[in-house]
């Protein structure tokens, strides 16, 4: 059984650094997803608040927008005191890769976005479950969620 890593990354840069260096090393999966699953789920997640959230079905639309506005700030702001996010939280589907993406094409997809994530100067959007928040809490909860799910691989060298 392979263990999770701890990790912590300072920069979004950190996290393309990392699944980079778990490209060209090989990994081992602690969880159930690929590489390519994580960075594309991480790039998705980030782009997200960029380009606008996918649109959920009518009644999880009302759901979230009830959580939004009841638990999550409170969950938000347990989020960036401790630096995790419980596994097994639940995640649109739509926004992880298949089982069989390209791990490198993903990690080039995550390398692009982190990119476009750094150059950008708006607002980011409201997350559907967390609501609004500046840029410098969007930069670090997107830190924190690469650092959970690329936790989940070790490097094979």
């Not at 999550?72 to 419980?86: D, F, N, Q, T, Y």
């Not at 926004?95 to 692009?112: F, G, I, Q, R, T």
Request: hydrophobic share 45%.
């Amino acid at each position: 059984m392979v263990a999770r890593r701890t990790l912590k990354f300072a920069s979004l840069d950190d996290a393309v650094a990392d699944a980079e260096h778990l490209l060209a090393a090989g990994y081992d999966k602690a969880g159930q997803w690929s590489l390519g699953q994580c960075s594309g789920h991480i790039a998705n997640w980030l782009g997200y608040a960029m380009d606008g959230f996918p649109k959920p079905p009518a009644p999880l639309r009302m759901l979230m927008w009830a959580l939004r506005h009841t638990v999550g700030p409170g969950a938000l702001g347990r989020v960036m005191k401790s630096g995790e996010i419980k596994a097994g939280a639940p995640t649109m589907p739509q926004s992880v890769p298949a089982p069989n993406s390209d791990d490198a094409a993903e990690v080039a997809k995550l390398k692009e976005t982190v990119a476009r994530a750094n150059a950008f100067t708006g607002t980011p959007l409201p997350s559907p479950f967390f609501g609004p928040m500046d840029r410098d809490t969007w930069v670090r909860l997107n830190c924190v969620h690469a650092a959970h799910h690329l936790s989940f691989l070790t490097p094979r060298s």
